[in-house]
């Protein structure tokens, strides 16, 4: 099996409107050594899947290892509604990913979420059930808690669990990562940028994100700018750019984890490649810690993301 990366590149924002910058981004990756590509079905409504597939044709099979997500449900209008983990559509979903990949299995397969509804045994049993056919290679989860995944990896051992965080949300610091470390499962981290927000392109009035950021908000974001001007103070102390600092921040709190940077371009990618050189003094580490309690951050949890009828995007 493929070695996984530290790094990892996440291809949300892949799609045939940027479709040659995608591959040579995802080729940048691979030629530096990055091993690890997320994608999901839901991502651009399967064109991520489409691009990446396209990206990989040239690639030998052992040369990276590509993490799927599925069950996020969009409308036409580019709005989530709903979720879909049953385990009788889990099959179907993985059918149409492999078509749009192109490939025979992928690597590790996971639930973007978990339907409280549905008990996670029933839903991992389906995925060792696909892992044994010889689809899938590996079983991962996505922002669950400790107990759930306690009882999935009763099922069935799971290789990594996917889960926000950055320095405006530590909350998987409690119990999540304890765990993960307990149970021999990998973290993979995603969102240590802040979802934008800790980027020195919020300070030049460019700030933006794949996802809806509650902290980039008109609102919110004017409220969190004295953070983000007090980290790039010791981004510049380093010599070194505000998302640089964050990425390597990520990797020193959480040595044992990995982390996802989600890009469409060669040169923001080739930017996160080089944090990985970065080295953080504890007194840089308590200098980010001293900034990050001193200041309230107004919108930070993407947790609280909802579904348009209103129900809870649960997680």
């Given at each position: 099996m493929q070695k996984v990366s530290r790094l990892g590149l996440g291809c949300m924002g892949m799609s045939r409107q940027n479709e040659e910058k995608s591959i040579r981004t995802i080729h940048v990756a691979i030629d530096n050594g990055i091993t690890l590509l997320n994608t999901g079905n839901f991502y651009n409504s399967g064109e991520s899947?489409?691009?990446?597939?396209?990206?990989?044709?040239?690639?030998?099979?052992?040369?990276?290892?590509?993490?799927?997500?599925?069950?996020?449900?969009?409308?036409?209008?580019?709005?989530?509604?709903?979720?879909?983990?049953?385990?009788?559509?889990?099959?179907?979903?993985?059918?149409?990913?492999l078509h749009r990949l192109g490939l025979e299995y992928v690597d590790l397969y996971q639930p973007s979420r978990i339907d409280t509804a549905i008990p996670v045994e029933d839903i991992i049993g389906e995925l060792a059930d696909l892992?044994?056919?010889?689809?899938?290679?590996?079983?991962?989860?996505?922002?669950?808690?400790?107990?759930?995944?306690?009882?999935?990896?009763?099922?069935?051992?799971?290789?990594?669990?996917?889960?926000?965080?950055?320095?405006?949300?530590?909350?998987?610091?409690?119990?999540?990562?304890?765990?993960?470390?307990?149970?021999?499962?990998?973290?993979?981290?995603?969102?240590?940028?802040?979802?934008?927000?800790?980027?020195?392109?919020?300070?030049?009035?460019?700030?933006?994100?794949?996802?809806?950021?509650?902290?980039?908000?008109?609102?919110?974001?004017?409220?969190?700018?004295?953070?983000?001007?007090?980290?790039?103070?010791?981004?510049?102390?380093?010599?070194?750019?505000?998302?640089?600092?964050?990425?390597?921040?990520?990797?020193?709190?959480?040595?044992?984890?990995?982390?996802?940077?989600?890009?469409?371009?060669?040169?923001?990618l080739q930017q996160n490649i080089d944090a990985l050189k970065i080295e953080l003094s504890d007194a840089d580490m308590k200098a980010i810690e001293g900034i990050a309690a001193s200041h309230k951050v107004y919108g930070s949890n993407m947790r609280s993301l909802t579904f348009t009828d209103g129900k809870p995007f649960r997680g």
């Open positions: 899947e489409i691009v990446v597939g396209k990206a990989l044709r040239s690639i030998p099979r052992d040369k990276y290892f590509l993490s799927v997500k599925f069950g996020v449900l969009f409308e036409p209008s580019g709005r989530i509604y709903g979720l879909d983990v049953h385990p009788f559509h889990i099959k179907a979903q993985l059918t149409y990913s892992k044994q056919a010889g689809y899938i290679r590996n079983i991962g989860m996505t922002e669950i808690d400790a107990e759930t995944l306690k009882r999935a990896h009763k099922v069935h051992p799971i290789h990594t669990v996917e889960l926000e965080y950055s320095l405006i949300d530590r909350s998987i610091e409690t119990s999540i990562i304890p765990t993960a470390e307990e149970l021999g499962i990998r973290v993979l981290t995603f969102g240590v940028q802040g979802h934008g927000l800790l980027n020195d392109r919020t300070l030049e009035g460019k700030a933006s994100s794949a996802m809806v950021s509650p902290a980039l908000s008109p609102e919110n974001l004017p409220k969190n700018l004295s953070l983000v001007r007090a980290l790039k103070d010791v981004a510049d102390c380093k010599g070194v750019s505000l998302s640089q600092l964050m990425t390597a921040w990520a990797l020193m709190q959480c040595p044992n984890s990995m982390s996802l940077i989600g890009t469409t371009s060669p040169e923001h």
